[in-house]
């Protein structure tokens, strides 16, 4: 495969530096925030404070709905950096910036050098990519792992490469199942392969990708195995139970939560994928001829990203985050027809009005939260959000609008251009000034630091209905009584803590969880945060004929 020329090349990497740009402004400006991103942290923080890697814990139990892979890359981040705030988004920057580069690079191997830049810039101004970028969930690692794998994969499979390729393929896939389980998914890249005409390499290298898969998967289960020959305790054998079959098998067959309709992620590609969703109409079709043809090089992006489409969609739970890692190859489908599509009417006025409907929609959020609307007064009474922090969430959104504005003037005229501002100010906006005003109430920041208010040094910190964000901001040592443990034994044991030393102990508990019989004056509220109301209980202010064990119901 020729090299690229020097100009293509000095736009890719311009187009990476944007992007670097884009995605790296506001870090170390706020807190990891719920779902996901104050639990993997805490768990990655209690590795490094106790120096076991190998088995998570979140506070006193077991983390077993993960593998600690992601959390590993966290670590590593924060003995990088030495500090959280800026460690913890890093994995996921690095991994937006190489997926961009494997995209581009697949596109120009299958489609020539034209069509690298055009499948990078698709990638990089779709809202949901920008969104797993500037956030430490585990997806946007998983996708630069999967992407990865099918990049060598389908180089291997087209004649590009040999054994090195289906090994690098298999390998990628397996580090990426002990990352997140779905990892495995690009081997099914060998069943549209099946219908592919003038594929050089079909199936050669079976036993090779095999063998890569084995060998990135040993990355994690290898050291698990080794700790296994030492003996198997109830905890652990609990801990193999829970990660091997409740949150593989069982989470994608029977799901306990997360509950969508079959069609599900068909609204999420046309919101989340914006704005390249808005030319699906016209990109099908020219697709499904190409295909019917039996050309390999659209047949093996989009029939493994139907797969993926299929796989999620049988499945009754669903999050928009699974369908993700069929991006990637999307936009490696898409690249070699964009140039032609965007001179076709219909398509250009479709993206010149995307930022103006993101500036309509961020000027009408904007004048809600300045006025006093039903907004405004939802997010005081569940997010616990100030009024200086919603005239700042206000102006915020008004300069996103005017720059938006901007941006559909520009692209009346450059098309590209246009998007490329849009896309880099809403994510520049979002991280310097959206996110720090939303940070004291989500990350439950102010929370922690309201009860310091309340406490003296020398008192003691016990957590009951507590949630990883709390734990991860307690300012002084916080003991926990379990976290998946039915919620009447951790009561008790709460209880019981607090009366053994009342002078000196206090417990932070989640509302729902206070006795009627509590008195008020025993009870000191700290507001809401994340939906959620918390109190803080003195021990000698707990009255001795109420309990705490009546609260037995899970949050």
């Given at each position: 495969?020729?090299r690229?020329?020097?100009?293509?090349?000095?736009?890719?990497?311009?187009?990476?530096?944007?992007?670097?740009?884009?995605?790296?402004?506001?870090?170390?400006?706020?807190?990891?925030?719920?779902?996901?991103e104050?639990?993997?942290?805490?768990?990655?923080r209690?590795?490094?404070?106790?120096?076991?890697?190998?088995?998570?814990?979140?506070?006193?139990?077991i983390?077993a709905?993960?593998?600690?892979?992601?959390?590993w890359?966290?670590?590593?981040?924060?003995?990088?950096?030495?500090?959280w705030?800026?460690a913890f988004?890093?994995p996921?920057?690095?991994?937006?910036?190489?997926?961009?580069?494997?995209?581009?690079?697949?596109?120009?191997?299958?489609?020539g050098?034209?069509?690298?830049l055009?499948?990078?810039l698709?990638?990089?101004?779709?809202?949901?990519f920008g969104?797993?970028?500037?956030?430490?969930?585990?997806?946007?690692?998983?996708?630069?792992?999967t992407?990865?794998?099918?990049?060598?994969?389908?180089?291997?499979?087209?004649?590009?490469?040999g054994?090195?390729?289906a090994?690098?393929?298999?390998?990628?896939?397996?580090l990426?199942?002990?990352?997140?389980?779905?990892?495995?998914?690009?081997?099914?890249?060998?069943?549209?392969?099946?219908f592919?005409?003038?594929?050089?390499?079909?199936?050669?290298?079976?036993?090779?990708?095999?063998?890569?898969?084995?060998?990135?998967?040993?990355?994690?289960l290898?050291?698990?195995?080794?700790r296994l020959?030492?003996?198997?305790?109830?905890?652990?054998?609990?801990?193999?139970?829970?990660?091997?079959?409740?949150?593989?098998?069982?989470?994608?067959?029977?799901?306990?939560?997360h509950?969508?309709?079959?069609?599900?992620?068909?609204?999420?590609?046309?919101?989340?994928?914006?704005?390249?969703?808005?030319?699906?109409?016209?990109?099908?079709?020219?697709?499904w001829?190409?295909?019917?043809?039996?050309?390999?090089?659209?047949?093996?992006p989009?029939?493994?990203?139907?797969?993926?489409?299929?796989?999620?969609?049988?499945?009754?739970?669903?999050?928009?985050?699974?369908?993700?890692?069929?991006?990637?190859?999307?936009?490696?489908?898409?690249a070699?027809l964009?140039?032609?599509?965007?001179?076709?009417?219909?398509?250009?006025?479709?993206?010149?009005a995307?930022?103006?409907?993101?500036?309509?929609?961020?000027?009408?959020i904007?004048?809600?939260?300045?006025?006093?609307?039903?907004?405004?007064?939802?997010?005081?009474?569940?997010?616990?959000?100030?009024?200086?922090?919603?005239?700042?969430?206000?102006?915020?959104?008004?300069?996103l609008a005017?720059?938006?504005?901007?941006?559909?003037?520009?692209?009346?005229?450059?098309?590209?251009?246009?998007l490329?501002?849009?896309?880099t100010?809403?994510?520049?906006?979002?991280g310097?000034v959206l996110?720090?005003?939303?940070?004291?109430?989500?990350?439950?920041r102010?929370?922690?630091?309201?009860?310091?208010?309340?406490?003296?040094?020398?008192r003691?910190?016990?957590?009951?209905g507590?949630?990883?964000?709390?734990?991860l901001?307690?300012?002084?040592?916080?003991?926990?009584?379990?976290?998946?443990?039915?919620?009447?034994?951790?009561a008790?044991d709460?209880?019981?803590?607090l009366?053994?030393?009342?002078?000196?102990r206090?417990l932070?508990?989640?509302?729902?969880?206070?006795?009627e019989?509590?008195?008020?004056?025993?009870?000191?509220?700290?507001?809401?945060?994340?939906?959620?109301?918390?109190?803080?209980?003195?021990?000698?202010?707990?009255?001795?004929?109420?309990?705490?064990?009546?609260?037995?119901?899970?949050?």
């Amino acid at each position: 495969m020729p090299r690229m020329k020097s100009e293509s090349r000095r736009r890719l990497y311009a187009l990476l530096a944007l992007a670097l740009a884009s995605f790296s402004i506001g870090i170390g400006g706020r807190e990891p925030w719920p779902a996901d991103e104050p639990r993997f942290v805490l768990v990655a923080r209690q590795m490094v404070e106790s120096g076991e890697y190998l088995i998570p814990h979140r506070g006193s139990e077991i983390y077993a709905h993960k593998p600690p892979v992601f959390m590993w890359l966290l670590a590593a981040a924060y003995g990088l950096t030495g500090e959280w705030r800026i460690a913890f988004l890093l994995p996921s920057l690095i991994a937006a910036l190489f997926t961009l580069w494997l995209t581009a690079d697949l596109a120009r191997r299958l489609h020539g050098e034209r069509a690298a830049l055009p499948a990078a810039l698709a990638l990089f101004i779709t809202l949901q990519f920008g969104l797993q970028a500037k956030r430490a969930q585990i997806d946007m690692v998983l996708v630069a792992l999967t992407t990865l794998s099918l990049w060598a994969l389908v180089r291997a499979l087209m004649g590009q490469g040999g054994r090195p390729q289906a090994w690098l393929g298999g390998f990628a896939a397996g580090l990426g199942t002990v990352t997140k389980g779905v990892g495995f998914l690009p081997l099914l890249v060998y069943l549209p392969a099946r219908f592919a005409k003038r594929l050089p390499a079909r199936g050669h290298h079976g036993f090779v990708v095999f063998a890569g898969f084995l060998f990135g998967s040993f990355v994690w289960l290898g050291p698990l195995a080794l700790r296994l020959l030492s003996g198997i305790d109830p905890e652990m054998e609990q801990y193999l139970r829970e990660i091997f079959l409740r949150q593989t098998a069982e989470r994608y067959f029977d799901p306990w939560h997360h509950h969508q309709p079959p069609w599900y992620y068909l609204q999420v590609i046309a919101t989340l994928w914006l704005p390249g969703a808005l030319l699906l109409p016209w990109l099908i079709p020219a697709w499904w001829r190409r295909i019917r043809r039996g050309d390999p090089r659209y047949i093996l992006p989009l029939g493994w990203a139907a797969l993926v489409l299929v796989f999620f969609s049988l499945s009754p739970g669903k999050r928009e985050v699974y369908i993700f890692p069929a991006l990637p190859a999307v936009a490696v489908a898409a690249a070699p027809l964009l140039t032609a599509l965007l001179r076709r009417p219909w398509p250009r006025r479709l993206l010149v009005a995307y930022p103006l409907a993101l500036a309509l929609l961020a000027a009408m959020i904007a004048w809600l939260l300045a006025g006093d609307s039903r907004l405004a007064s939802r997010l005081t009474a569940e997010r616990g959000l100030s009024a200086e922090d919603m005239q700042t969430l206000a102006r915020g959104l008004l300069l996103l609008a005017l720059v938006l504005l901007a941006a559909f003037y520009i692209a009346w005229r450059k098309l590209v251009s246009g998007l490329l501002l849009a896309t880099t100010a809403l994510w520049a906006i979002e991280g310097r000034v959206l996110a720090p005003a939303l940070d004291r109430s989500s990350s439950a920041r102010g929370l922690m630091e309201e009860l310091e208010q309340h406490l003296a040094p020398e008192r003691a910190l016990a957590l009951l209905g507590w949630r990883e964000q709390h734990l991860l901001q307690a300012r002084r040592p916080a003991l926990t009584f379990g976290f998946e443990r039915p919620l009447l034994e951790q009561a008790k044991d709460a209880e019981r803590w607090l009366r053994a030393d009342p002078t000196h102990r206090a417990l932070f508990i989640a509302e729902e969880l206070l006795p009627e019989c509590m008195p008020k004056e025993a009870i000191i509220h700290l507001g809401p945060a994340n939906r959620r109301g918390y109190a803080l209980i003195l021990g000698e202010r707990m009255p001795e004929d109420c309990a705490l064990g009546g609260a037995g119901h899970r949050l």
